[in-house]
């Protein structure tokens, strides 16, 4: 009788030891994935993951197409990584301003969105890689003696270059190292920043238009804009903007320093029935108004913590009173 063999239990941690994600290798390979960043293709194989827990859980649209819920606030957690870099991840995926392999539909009323995960596979068929240029034939005024593995640019560097090198120059250098700054800082990005002060201003301008872009679509602007106008949008646009680029450690709330990351937070959370929610209150506010971005700011900030108690403040007001 051959002798039974004795198999071990999983103990702790252990229980999780054969749970991966998976990142599909077309994402790493596939030439039309190659701008996407490494954070990005691991969210997509995290929402990949999430499929399966939809399919269980029955979340199916009219159309039959899965989709998922996967918050801001989980992403953070998951990836460890801040608000920002989550909605930048996020974006790089979507269908609107990336690849297109995610679409975000909006629910409003605090609700996280409903994600579909797209195939990141077409039927398409891929075009076949283009065939290496032929190689130059050499130069045949090339000295015999040298490799015929340079070209006559090498050839003659090597041959400009002598054993006496200047006295202001280090032996241990060739006056090839002096590019060293356009080779390691290319597109003028160098140790000192101060030297091009223009284009610098051009990369801050062009973060905050983003971020701008990002606050109309979260706002759904252009339905604020046909019900209250573009002039007071375009006001509560800037303000939030402003806010979410200030580079300040505190920004002042209701008469109280409050740390600027907190404040963004909020800013960024900020949606349609929001904003809504602020032009309400200032139509029915009958005292004067003596700072109205101080009073705007405090209305944002406090607009996705008190909204819910207004609108059934409402509803009871509706109900029993008048």
Request: glycine residues 8%; hydrophobic residues 30%.
């Amino acid at each position: 009788m051959s002798q039974a063999i004795s198999f071990d239990y999983f103990y702790g941690g252990q229980s999780d030891a054969f749970s991966y994600y998976r990142i599909p290798r077309l994402l790493i390979t596939g030439q039309q994935f190659k701008r996407l960043s490494t954070d990005a293709k691991l969210l997509y194989g995290l929402l990949l993951d999430r499929m399966g827990l939809s399919s269980r859980n029955g979340w199916y649209d009219d159309l039959g197409r899965v989709y998922i819920y996967y918050a801001l606030d989980e992403i953070q957690r998951d990836l460890n990584c801040g608000h920002d870099k989550a909605v930048k991840l996020l974006a790089e995926l979507d269908t609107g301003k990336g690849i297109g392999l995610i679409e975000r539909v909006k629910q409003g009323q605090g609700r996280p969105a409903k994600i579909y995960v797209k195939q990141f596979t077409t039927s398409e068929i891929p075009q076949s890689p283009e065939e290496p240029a032929p190689l130059e034939e050499p130069n045949s005024r090339l000295p015999k003696s040298r490799s015929q593995d340079f070209g006559l640019s090498e050839v003659l560097t090597s041959e400009n270059q002598t054993s006496r090198l200047p006295k202001i120059r280090s032996a241990d250098f060739g006056k090839s190292e002096g590019n060293y700054n356009n080779i390691i800082y290319p597109d003028k990005s160098y140790l000192d920043p101060s030297i091009y002060p223009s284009t610098s201003g051009v990369i801050r301008q062009m973060d905050r238009c983003e971020c701008r872009e990002e606050v109309k679509e979260n706002i759904e602007y252009q339905r604020l804009a046909e019900q209250y106008g573009h002039e007071e949008v375009d006001a509560i646009l800037d303000l939030i903007t402003d806010t979410l680029c200030s580079t300040r450690p505190t920004i002042r709330i209701g008469g109280e320093e409050i740390p600027i990351e907190a404040v963004k937070d909020r800013f960024w959370r900020l949606e349609q029935s929001h904003i809504e929610y602020v032009f309400d209150c200032m139509k029915e506010n009958t005292t004067k108004i003596r700072n109205i971005r101080g009073y705007l700011l405090t209305a944002l900030y406090n607009a996705p913590i008190t909204i819910g108690h207004y609108f059934q403040a409402e509803v009871q007001h509706d109900l029993y009173g008048q």
